[in-house]
């Protein structure tokens, strides 16, 4: 029988969240396996839906407030709070994403990252410490000028356009509760500051920026980062992920000491999973779709990896709504659709519909390996 089974699945997007198909699992296992232990973990891969996923898993709680948008207009931004553990989770693009401003007004001149440092000072505010922070997604290529004012950093100006005519630093008025912080930042992408794979060049394009502007602010920012590194003693200008979100990687590993890690990586450290891996029979896992992309850094394949380097004998399955060709090196010993007979999508992402098809699914999963008395048996 098996005893002892984790159930981390990420959202079926336009359908069920993380713990939803967490729960349609859990059903099945138990339907085909009553003396299971089965323990759910919210899965995301430190974009969107990351912050509700680990305040989820550790029973915090989500905080509504009123911050700067990307134009540095009002806007209501939700961020998770654990204050016991005294940790804050954010998504900066609930405060400088890119869909909070309108297509005709896109220019990563006019935006500013300034809203992520406010709700950065109201975590700290609250007595956070810890801080776990996703930064896809941005409106911005400001190299995180507006988040650092915010906390106290002086440089004359917190939009775009304003790295143009930086030419010191005053950090007189830096919070110093930010000593006291540990930045944790989820981060895949491994661009550089400045340069033809740089920020500007890179993603300036998709946020309104001209071949003009992507040239000018560029070299501001390249001035920038030269400044920054004599003022701060950096051992290095630029290192891979500066260029995240329009520099605001550089700004947190620079300025507030932050680490860049894989998202997956980080969520995972985050709800500390690896304990129930180590012990685990069998690992279930999947998405709205595995494929070739699965073991890209995908949350799957994370959960996958991490269960087999802590427990190699775990056996790790995956599920889907589709799934199409799938690499070994997802760490997935099997994989499985959800679908059971044909049906539109529109019908497939219906919640009820999704959920049975995953529980049916999972149990038939589980009335196999017990089946061939596999080592979970």
Known sequence: MCRRIVVAIDSLKGSLTSLEAGAAAREGILSASPKSEVKIFPLADGGEGTCRAIIAGLGGKLKSVEVSDPLGKKVSAEFGEVLEKKLAVIEMANAAGLPLVPENLRNPLNTTTYGVGELIKIAID?????FVIGIGGSA????GIGMLTALG???????????EKISAIDDSNVLPELKECKFRIACDVTNPLTGKNGCSAVYAPQKGATPK????MDDWIKNFGALSANF???????????????????????YLRGSLLPGVELVLDALNIAEDLKTANVVITGEGRLDFQTAQGKAPSGVAKLAKKLNPNVLTVGI??????????AGLDAVFPILREPMTLETAMKKNIAAKNISATVKQIIRLIKSVNLPCA
């Open 126 to 130: 609250d007595g956070c410490r810890d």
């Open 140 to 143: 911005t290529n400001d190299c």
């Open 153 to 163: 950093y002086n440089f004359g100006g917190i939009f775009g356009r304003d790295l």
């Open 213 to 216: 502007i992507v040239a000018q």
């Open 232 to 254: 701060l003693k950096l051992e290095k200008n630029s290192v891979p992920g500066d260029g995240a979100a329009g520099g605001l990687g550089f700004a947190f590993r620079s």
């Open 320 to 329: 889907g709504g589709s799934v199409a060709d799938i690499s070994d090196d």
